[in-house]
């Protein structure tokens, strides 16, 4: 943290005002006292509101300081910390230039949970008040108490059932494909891709409670025979109570001038993010236009043509975009969509996967459940040799472990080597100055 000493700054200002001024009375002394808060709080107790996620929630002011002198160009930052905190990772907020920054439930619930707040836990924070001077040199206010209860950010619509079988990724011994809650009381749906083989519904991850169909009619039954099904990408929906399902092809993805594949496709694929129920794709686009369509099909397709951020089935109605990276996130419930730019797109490249860079880098995709910046590279099979971190499939940024501490760095001979087998690889990058990775 930024530090200053208010008596060698007018003695600073002193010397400065001296070599330039001959007349004694033209010397500018700063104002030993000047100061900025505390921070003035409109509320110190609040339980956020997720419902109320986009309205005022808070709102802090602070004063003006008195240097005593004309100080110019002058920043203000609002840091948030634990109670127990020393601000040495605070949240920061940019303060403005009017002395009074309101902040909305949303605004503060993602404060407290960046700083490891749990939710419905009601939390004391601290918030002080940055006086920016130069990028050397701040003053801070004393700081304010603030107690909040967040509320969780994502959805849980996880559940005791899962898809298990020779068709799946895991095949018989799991862990299982998902089920996840629906609107409907008992109704389960899980969105996976299959191999030609043959599946089973069980609980828990374990054959307790497993169902099959043992006259193939779309009714499951306890223990039931195996269901036989084709390679394909396919959503399954079953009930709980009537024990009835189905299994029907379903895919959607992003088709266009801008994609890899053009307006041929084949599509690039969304993936179905529970944590917020909206289908998300981490993509590279061209210039040109783009459309999001189902089962790699023209029978059911989407376009914006207000662009206003609501899909339509309009003519003329492609989605115009620039070139760049982009998370594209669709909510199929109200057919709301948004491309959001992203500078960097992680990758793995190594002897260990790809030949340092022969096919495209193993790509990383955001871990959904939470709002830190994490990426997951999820079962790659990697050979015994050596690997790096780098974005966008070039060498511009790349990150490998010099030491090896689990730190990611930038400094020469600094591979990662790993045996060969199936790894899971988290990238930690919450903390830009400080990102690290975990690899299992």
């Known amino acids: 943290m930024k530090t200053i000493h208010t008596k060698i700054l007018v003695i600073l200002f002193a010397v400065a005002a001296l070599s330039s001024c001959e007349d004694d009375s033209a010397i500018t002394v700063m104002n030993d006292s000047a100061e900025t808060g505390p921070a003035q709080l409109s509320i110190s107790n609040l339980v956020l509101q997720k419902e109320s996620e986009d309205e005022t929630a808070l709102t802090i002011d602070f004063l003006e300081p008195d240097f005593g002198y004309n100080a110019g160009s002058i920043g203000y930052q609002l840091l948030f910390d634990l109670e127990v905190g020393d601000f040495s990772a605070p949240e920061i907020v940019d303060g403005g230039?009017?002395?009074?920054?309101?902040?909305?439930?949303?605004?503060?619930?993602?404060?407290?949970?960046?700083?490891?707040?749990?939710?419905?836990?009601?939390?004391?924070?601290?918030?002080?008040?940055?006086?920016?001077?130069?990028?050397?040199?701040?003053?801070?206010?004393?700081?304010?108490?603030?107690?909040?209860?967040?509320?969780?950010?994502?959805?849980?619509?996880?559940?005791?059932?899962?898809?298990?079988?020779?068709?799946?990724?895991?095949?018989?011994?799991?862990?299982?494909?998902?089920?996840?809650?629906?609107?409907?009381?008992?109704?389960?749906v899980a969105y996976v891709t299959l191999v030609d083989g043959a599946i089973k519904i069980r609980a828990n991850n374990d054959w307790t409670v497993n169902y099959g169909d043992n006259e193939s009619d779309g009714t499951l039954d306890s223990?039931?025979?195996?269901?036989?099904?084709?390679?394909?990408?396919?959503?399954?929906?079953?009930?709980?109570?009537?024990?009835s399902y189905s299994i029907v092809s379903y895919s959607w993805g992003i088709v266009g001038s801008a994609t890899t594949n053009g307006w041929d496709g084949p599509d690039m694929p969304l993936t179905y993010d529970s944590y917020?129920?909206?289908?998300?794709?981490?993509?590279?686009l061209s210039a040109g236009e783009i459309k999001?369509?189902?089962?790699?099909?023209?029978?059911t397709n989407y376009g914006d043509v207000e662009l206003d951020g609501i899909l339509d089935t309009e003519e003329n109605n492609n989605i115009s975009v620039s070139s760049g990276n982009y998370i594209v996130t669709v909510n199929f419930n109200d057919l709301t969509y948004s491309l959001e730019p992203l500078d960097n797109i992680w990758g793995l490249v190594g002897s260990a996967y790809n030949n340092w860079g022969e096919t495209p880098d193993a790509q990383f995709t955001r871990d959904w459940s939470t709002e830190n910046d994490i990426w997951v590279l999820d079962s790659v099979t990697l050979l015994e040799g050596d690997f790096k971190i780098r974005a966008n499939n070039d060498w511009a940024i790349s990150y490998g472990d010099a030491e090896p501490d689990g730190i990611l760095d930038t400094s020469e001979n600094n591979n990662i080597s790993v045996v060969a087998g199936t790894y899971t690889i988290t990238l930690d990058f919450s903390n830009p100055s400080n990102p690290t990775y975990t690899i299992e």
């Open 292 to 299: 999001i369509r189902a089962n790699n099909d023209w029978v």
């Open 97 to 188: 230039s009017e002395y009074s920054v309101s902040l909305t439930h949303a605004e503060l619930n993602s404060i407290a949970l960046n700083l490891g707040a749990e939710p419905g836990t009601e939390t004391s924070l601290k918030v002080m008040i940055e006086t920016v001077l130069s990028t050397d040199s701040s003053l801070y206010s004393e700081p304010s108490a603030l107690t909040l209860t967040p509320y969780a950010s994502i959805l849980d619509l996880s559940s005791i059932w899962g898809l298990v079988g020779s068709a799946t990724v895991n095949g018989w011994d799991g862990p299982d494909m998902p089920f996840y809650k629906t609107e409907t009381t008992d109704e389960f």
């Open 223 to 243: 223990g039931g025979n195996d269901i036989l099904v084709t390679a394909g990408t396919y959503r399954i929906l079953f009930n709980a109570s009537t024990l």
């Open 276 to 284: 917020s129920d909206q289908w998300r794709a981490i993509v590279k």
